[in-house]
T-cell receptor, first 111, second 114 residues
């Protein structure tokens, strides 16, 4: 199976909360990232969490980590049309140069 | 402001042509990466370089080569382009070491091979 799994699509109404989920297989993952890719652009880091943390909040973004289930989620509060993008989950082990990316979740925000 | 630039946003080439994709970063980063991005497949690592003149194969190196003669520049070469290499190509860089430093991505080059 894949190392990092995400659903491919999520559709939400403007103003609602969005929750994008990710599961990973490697329990030795040390760093977990969320990247955002807007149409026609490269990826930009949104936020990250260390594996010894359970939660991280940054303005409208909340990252939750369940280490037991190897499950990571990104919650976007008050989702706006500008949040429409592809969101990539990634994990990296402490001794590696290279993160492993999921396939990306396309978030569609409609009025 | 950190910057990773790629030589072209859009490129159209013919089957069999030799294609060069250039990536330049201005952050003095040691590590540089080339990915291709295809719908439903996410990012797949082609090659990475952890320092000047050093390179390592990624997950899908077949049909590609790379060159890193200077720290700021990492080139991806398609020796003989084929239609199955039509894709979005993304370059990224990050500082050295295996800590959690994020990758910084360029805007991408959308390559079409006819």
């Amino acid at each position: 199976g894949e190392d990092v799994e995400q659903s491919l699509f999520l559709s939400v109404r403007e103003g609602d909360s969005s929750v994008i989920n990710c599961t990973y297989t490697d329990s030795s993952s040390t760093y977990l990232y969320w990247y955002k890719q807007e149409p026609g652009a490269g990826l930009q880091l949104l936020t990250y969490i260390f594996s010894n943390m359970d939660m991280k909040q940054d303005q409208r973004l909340t990252v939750l980590l369940n280490k037991k289930d190897k499950h990571l989620s990104l919650r976007i509060a008050d989702t706006q049309t500008g949040d429409s993008a592809i969101y990539f989950c990634a994990e990296k082990k402490g001794g590696s140069y290279i993160p492993t990316f999921g396939r990306g979740t396309s978030l569609i925000v409609h009025p | 402001d950190v910057k990773v630039t790629q030589s072209s946003r859009y490129l159209v080439k013919r089957t069999g042509e030799k294609v060069f994709l250039e990536c330049v970063q201005d952050m003095d980063h040691e590590n540089m990466f080339w990915y291709r991005q295809d719908p439903g497949l996410g990012l797949r690592l082609i090659y990475f370089s952890y320092d000047v003149k050093m390179k390592e194969k990624g997950d899908i190196p077949e049909g590609y080569s790379v060159s890193r003669e200077k720290k700021e520049r990492f080139s991806l070469i398609l020796e003989s382009a084929s239609t199955n290499q039509t894709s979005m190509y993304l370059c990224a860089s990050r500082p050295s070491g295996t800590s959690g430093n994020e990758q910084f991505f360029g805007p991408g080059t959308r390559l079409t091979v006819l």
